[in-house]
């Protein structure tokens, strides 16, 4: 596997791990967060597994929606 393939897969299962871990501290669902995006929740659970990377207009809601900040969604990347 190419080097750079590896860093972009870990930050993605790290930020859908982080962002997991958000949405559980807020008690809120996939399917609540999911509705609040105007997303379906096999969508979103997408977000959370690194299946698909979140651009800068879901980071930002999401950021609001779980009261949480870019910052701590990238934790533990370095």
Do not use: W
Request: with cysteine.
């Amino acid at each position: 596997m190419n080097y750079s393939y590896n860093i972009v897969m870990d930050i993605k299962e790290t930020v859908g791990n982080n962002l997991r871990l958000a949405r559980q501290a807020k008690g809120l669902t996939q399917k609540e967060v999911a509705f609040a995006l105007k997303k379906y929740q096999p969508d979103y659970s997408q977000y959370e597994t690194g299946k698909i990377e979140l651009d800068y207009e879901k980071i930002v809601a999401l950021c609001k929606l779980l009261d949480t900040t870019p910052n701590e969604l990238f934790d533990g990347l370095i």
